[in-house]
């Protein structure tokens, strides 16, 4: 007998806690509001574990419905839950995570006004994010999909009244539409094709089709349409560019949405759809192109960034280019676990880097930061333990989870030592600007003002001291921040220790399960390879001791620049100038965009929608017509003259009509 | 015997005089007798009819009409002479107002 999990309650007990907090929340007290959002989000998290204790008993998958929502002649979505090991791993991080940042936020925006809007916000974000992980077919998923993007929107634009996090906010909705877009329409496809949303029935059906190997036919298109969502969500490029602007919203938000959660979505349903990417290895070798220059370009952008939490949005970009590289080879398991590992440290550094804002009131620029270490040691070696892990040290999680990726990229059937080397190299720059990160903040001379009104005229008007620590100084953030973020480093050093191996295994009943024929006979040949691999010279321990050495090498380098000799960057940007420029500029990507789609798109829309069509066209008929009646009655008017004498001439002139016609019709 | 055809014409050429002065005249008084004319412009078709078709339908008729142009001149002069005292003038343009 399967026990019944009440999955629905996972997704919808968030939901009652936005609900009360976005209803009654602005009468309540901070205390209340806080308690009601940790309440819902720790039952969900307790929820989750309770599955996760009763998983190796369930049958698995396990699947709850609940209700029937959409009929349509042979066509049905229920409203059903879908519980397997994929989804249990994105369960456990999201619930996880999820409530070690909610815990988070109620120390970092007790300041904040908003504070039980803030909370309504982010359980919303966990209903949806629940919601799209626990989905059983494409349209519940979609739903999370479309609603963790409002939600983000929401969040981004939390400090409304700032101008460029309103219009942060809008971009990322935008953005996030044009993937939408290739998402929704490769539903329609699935819809038209396969007759059904369910990802069982989906699955089944696709399995029985042969991989598309030479020719790209309906899965691939499907798969690439696919990726464009994906590719949304997770900022990949071309569509990464509301990532980085996403950091105007509060820092929880940024660490929950924008680097744990949200932005992984597209890499689940990538994992999630594998069926499908399987047998269209034109899809799946464009999503490891994508994710393979994402990785890079974004590590670049990265190192010449000066806002810490623009460093660590790139680098966010840039470690999901990784999950997409792994997905891209079809290493599904590795890109899933780097994926948890990432929730983790990269939920730490964002976590972190929000403490140290909060401890120097509102400064995000690492050029007025330095020597911090000995003010906050809790955020410095929480953070230490995160950069570290980011970096790819082992034996922190990131170096376990990174290194399995880059092996897969090298040996999998569909991988190339091309995406390795480029993998290795960005993990080079990863270590770098991570370093240079740690180097700038927490080494060196305090660089920002020392005076006590700080929080008054900058930037951010996030993270103003609590009160029981006054205005003065350097302080480290109160406890209920430092759990989090000591939860999370143990998190990010043990994360990885499950190892690959036992992670893929474990995982493998979900990505093995519909193999097709042809790919089981190339990953048998890919781990023949492999094999040979590693009877050739312990290749894949050869491997290891490069990206080892590329982290290394990475943290000498900033150790050199940023530490040893700090005039040394400013001579070396000036020495490559134009294209130090264009790299702090982000490769002007973003004036790129506006003169590519923004301004064609204003224009048109100015020009030819507004002006030619809908003032040239339809006021145009409206007003020609008032027009024109009104120019014919006013003619007509002048018949109603008031003279009687012009009255009698009508009278004439009409009985001499009648007249005139009775008489043509007598003597026709 | 004269034909029916001069009869009518002879009407219509009546009726017609009195429609032209009814809209080109100014004068009231000359307004009210080419209303008069078109009248009796009527009534000659009338009778020519009557004759023709040998009934008392039509000359009867035309008794009517005289009944009704003789109350209207009276009516109509009296009208006349009150607008001719309260606005000294007989020019219909000038009348084009209800109140003084």
Request: hydrophobic share 25%; glycine share 22%; proline share 5%.
């Given at each position: 007998m399967t026990p019944k999990l009440h999955l629905w309650l996972i997704p919808v007990l968030p939901l009652i806690g936005a609900a009360i907090n976005g209803l009654f929340g602005r009468r309540f007290s901070r205390q209340t509001v806080a308690a009601v959002a940790l309440a819902f989000c720790g039952a969900a998290f307790v929820l989750a574990l309770w599955a996760a204790a009763l998983f190796s008993s369930l049958p698995v998958p396990h699947l709850e419905s609940l209700a029937t929502w959409i009929r349509a002649g042979s066509f049905q979505v229920d409203f059903a839950f879908y519980l397997d090991q994929l989804s249990l791993v994105m369960l456990l991080v999201v619930t996880g995570v999820g409530f070690l940042i909610h815990i988070y936020s109620v120390g970092y925006m007790w300041q904040e006004g908003g504070f039980y809007r803030f909370f309504s916000y982010l359980n919303l974000f966990m209903f949806f994010m629940l919601t799209l992980v626990l989905a059983n077919n494409y349209l519940m998923m979609f739903i999370g999909w479309e609603g963790v993007g409002l939600a983000s929107y929401l969040l981004i634009g939390f400090w409304f009244t700032k101008d460029s996090a309103a219009s942060a906010g809008k971009k990322a909705f935008i953005v996030n539409r044009v993937g939408d877009f290739g998402f929704l329409i490769a539903l329609l496809l699935l819809i038209k094709h396969f007759?059904?949303?369910?990802f069982e029935q989906v699955f089944q059906s696709a399995s029985k089709m042969p991989a598309e190997a030479a020719e790209a036919g309906l899965l691939t298109a499907i798969g690439l349409l696919l990726m464009l969502g994906a590719a949304g969500k997770s900022a990949q490029i071309p569509l990464y560019v509301w990532l980085p602007d996403a950091m105007e919203g509060p820092t929880p938000v940024s660490a929950l949405i924008h680097a744990a959660t949200m932005v992984t979505a597209g890499v689940y349903m990538v994992a999630r759809s594998h069926v499908i990417f399987d047998r269209a290895p034109m899809a799946l070798m464009g999503v490891a192109i994508i994710g393979t220059l994402t990785s890079l370009f974004a590590a670049t952008i990265g190192v010449a960034q000066t806002d810490i939490k623009k460093v660590l949005a790139y680098s966010t970009i840039s470690q999901l280019g990784y999950m997409f590289m792994a997905c891209g080879v079809a290493a599904y398991s590795a890109g899933i676990f780097h994926l948890m590992t990432h929730a983790f440290f990269k939920g730490l550094l964002f976590l972190a880097a929000g403490s140290v804002i909060h401890a120097i009131g509102g400064e995000q620029d690492m050029r007025r930061m330095g020597g911090l270490k000995e003010h906050i040691p809790w955020t410095f070696w929480t953070m230490t333990m995160a950069t570290f892990a980011i970096a790819g040290f082992p034996p922190f999680a990131g170096f376990v989870s990174k290194d399995a990726i880059l092996w897969r990229a090298y040996s999998s059937p569909y991988g190339s030592s091309v995406y390795w080397a480029i993998g290795v190299f960005t993990a080079l720059l990863t270590s770098f600007y991570m370093f240079r990160l740690w180097f700038l903040t927490f080494?060196?001379?305090?660089?920002?003002?020392?005076?006590?009104?700080?929080?008054?005229?900058?930037?951010?008007?996030?993270?103003?001291?609590?009160p029981e620590h006054g205005h003065g100084g350097i302080h480290e953030s109160p406890k209920v921040m430092l759990v989090p973020l000591v939860i999370l480093a143990v998190l990010s050093v043990a994360?990885?220790?499950?190892g690959s191996a036992r992670f893929e295994k474990f995982l493998s009943p979900v990505f093995h399960a519909g193999a097709p024929a042809s790919n089981a006979e190339q990953a048998a040949a890919g781990e023949t390879r492999a094999r040979e691999h590693k009877e050739e010279g312990a290749s894949e321990a050869l491997l290891t001791g490069v990206s080892i050495g590329a982290a290394a090498l990475g943290l000498y380098l900033a150790w050199l620049l940023y530490y040893r000799r700090p005039q040394l960057p400013r001579q070396i940007a000036d020495a490559l100038g134009g294209f130090y420029y264009a790299v702090a500029n982000k490769y002007h990507v973003d004036e790129l965009y506006a003169i590519l789609f923004v301004k064609p798109l204003l224009d048109g829309s100015t020009r030819i929608l507004w002006q030619s069509i809908d003032q040239d066209v339809i006021d145009a008929t409206l007003d020609n017509s008032a027009d024109g009646a009104r120019h014919l009655s006013d003619s007509l008017r002048h018949m109603q003259s008031g003279n009687l004498r012009s009255y009698a001439g009508w009278i004439a002139f009409g009985a001499a009509a009648v007249i005139a016609y009775m008489i043509w019709m007598g003597t026709r | 015997m004269v034909p029916l055809s001069y009869y009518l014409a002879l009407s219509g050429i009546l009726f017609a005089c009195g429609v032209t002065g009814f809209l080109i005249k100014r004068n009231i008084i000359t307004i009210f007798m080419s209303i008069e004319l078109m009248l009796n412009g009527v009534n000659l078709s009338f009778v020519a009819f009557a004759a023709q078709w040998g009934t008392l339908k039509g000359q009867i008729f035309v008794f009517f009409v005289m009944v009704v142009a003789a109350a209207e001149a009276a009516v109509g002069l009296a009208i006349i002479i009150a607008v001719y005292r309260t606005?000294?003038?007989?020019?219909v343009d000038r009348v084009n107002l209800l109140k003084l």
């Open positions: 007759g059904s949303l369910n080494f060196g001379e305090y660089r920002g003002e020392r005076s006590g009104d700080h929080g008054g005229a900058h930037a951010q008007p996030a993270a103003d001291a609590p994360g990885g220790w499950v | 606005r000294e003038t007989l020019n």
